[in-house]
């Protein structure tokens, strides 16, 4: 609140301080200069005033008119004293045709007659050095030219400067996007301000009036194309409210899917557990040891890290097709049953490539045993041609087996584990790999052995607030 009345009081300000400024603009201007034909300007003001009452609202907020014109015509046909003249009824009529705002009537008294002055002033200084150079009519359409710009100038700086102080916003911001844009649009109408000048000196009064008519007609034609847009803006924010709606739901059904895809995983990686109890839990926490090295190499995008964790986690799933008798027993595998243990690979490849949305992991199952030298399956893969999902893998399927207890040795020492890792790398390792497990090797090795001993699937960072929907339980 305190921020907001010291906001509200700097407006006060500087409202105060334009208010005070166009008045001693208006005043001055009638010591100045005499008005020569009160007629000819009463007939300007009352085309300017009702340029200013025909302005055309906007859909988005706004207004426009060309009332300016009559500022910048009196401005080079009667000085100083009429152009703040039209400029003050100009003011006076924008309050009664919009909304009625003593705050804004102050403001808008104040620079547009301040702009009004400094436009005439301007155009005195052009009659006093060009007057004897240029033909009457050239020397006109320079002056209307020139006085639209100061209107422009004096105008625009005050407008920007006051929303760019209620809006809290850099002023050379606010002067680009609220009025910079207008600048050709003054500059063209003020030689049209020139041109009207010199209708009304050769031909008159009525001329003048005749030669306002186009201008009624553009005001017409811009009012229906008003309508018009704000017919089409209404119908395309009902379009988009109904997009917004259909992507909610599409968004809601997504997540749906991907909680069900959730739990389709939870539930093979359980079903693994429960068959093969001796390496209960080493899914889950390659897959986490995998994230932490695939982060740490610099990977950032989410489907890639997810496919990655997929991968990891899902890496046995071809035992399923290893029958009991070779998957549970006790004694050294037979080179026959080694054989046939080899093909896991590739059954768990053919189990996830049937689900779209695991095939990219699919590719990591299929080469979770390949090695970094070439002497692994079941292809033979060396180097970079096994997938980084894979090589990355590899370490932590390594590193956990080595420390978890089996029914046939006890689990070896964190120190030990990274030994054999660091011999291998090169070989059976991708080096760069092997390089971000040592970096986080410290952490790993405080990690309690076997946990965590239930999924807790990766979710990218957009999910991962403890309030987001469909979030894994932990």
Not at 170 to 193: C, D, E, H, M, Q
Not at 199 to 222: H, Q, T
Not at 315 to 338: Q, S
Not at 372 to 379: E, H, L, Q
């Amino acid at each position: 609140m305190p921020a907001r009345s010291s906001l509200r009081t700097r407006e006060d300000w500087f409202i105060a301080l334009a208010f005070a400024a166009g008045s001693l603009a208006f005043t001055s201007a009638f010591f100045l200069q005499p008005i020569d034909d009160p007629v000819g300007l009463a007939v300007v003001v009352l085309l300017a005033g009702l340029t200013e009452a025909l302005s055309v609202r906007l859909y988005f907020g706004g207004w426009v008119s060309v009332s300016f014109v009559g500022t910048a015509m009196a401005a080079v046909l009667f000085g100083p004293p009429g152009a703040v003249t039209v400029a003050a009824v100009i003011a006076l009529i924008g309050y009664f045709r919009r909304e009625r705002a003593p705050r804004k009537l102050a403001f808008n008294f104040g620079h547009e007659t301040l702009a009004a002055f400094v436009a005439a002033m301007l155009v005195v200084g052009v009659q006093a050095a060009l007057g004897s150079y240029l033909p009457r009519s050239v020397l006109a359409l320079v002056e209307g030219g020139l006085a639209a710009l100061a209107l422009f100038a004096v105008d625009g700086v005050a407008v920007a400067a006051i929303i760019s102080l209620t809006a809290q916003r850099s002023f050379g911001t606010t002067f680009r996007g609220n009025i910079g844009w207008l600048f050709p649009y003054y500059g063209v109408l003020g030689l049209v301000a020139g041109g009207l000048a010199v209708i009304f000196n050769e031909l008159g009064v009525a001329a003048v009036a005749v030669m306002v008519l186009p201008l009624v007609l553009a005001r017409y034609s811009v009012t229906q194309f008003v309508e018009r847009t704000r017919e089409n803006v209404v119908r395309l924010e009902r379009s988009n409210e109904q997009l917004h709606r259909a992507y909610i739901e599409i968004r809601d059904m997504s997540e749906q899917l991907r909680d069900a895809y959730t739990g389709t995983l939870e539930s093979l990686v359980t079903a693994l557990d429960v068959r093969d109890q001796e390496t209960k839990g080493h899914s889950v926490r390659v897959a986490h040891h995998a994230m932490d090295i695939a982060k740490l190499l610099g990977i950032k995008d989410e489907e890639e890290l997810l496919t990655i964790y997929r991968g990891a986690l899902m890496h046995d799933v071809g035992k399923i097709g290893v029958p009991d008798a070779i998957l549970l027993k006790p004694d050294r595998l037979t080179e026959e049953e080694w054989e046939f243990m080899r093909r896991h690979p590739a059954m768990g490849y053919r189990i996830l490539a049937q689900v779209p949305y695991l095939r990219p992991a699919a590719k990591i199952v299929l080469a979770h045993h390949e090695r970094w030298d070439g002497k692994g399956y079941p292809r033979g893969l060396a180097g970079e041609a096994i997938p980084l999902g894979a090589r990355i893998f590899a370490v932590c399927d390594t590193y956990d087996a080595i420390i978890s207890d089996r029914p046939y040795r006890r689990g070896q020492s964190p120190e030990a584990a990274l030994a054999e890792i660091l011999r291998c790398a090169g070989t059976q390792f991708d080096p760069e790999v092997v390089e971000a497990f040592e970096a986080l090797f410290p952490r790993w090795k405080q990690e309690e052995p076997g946990t965590p001993a239930r999924p807790l699937l990766y979710l990218p960072a957009w999910r991962q607030a403890d309030d987001a929907p469909g979030r894994a339980a932990s």
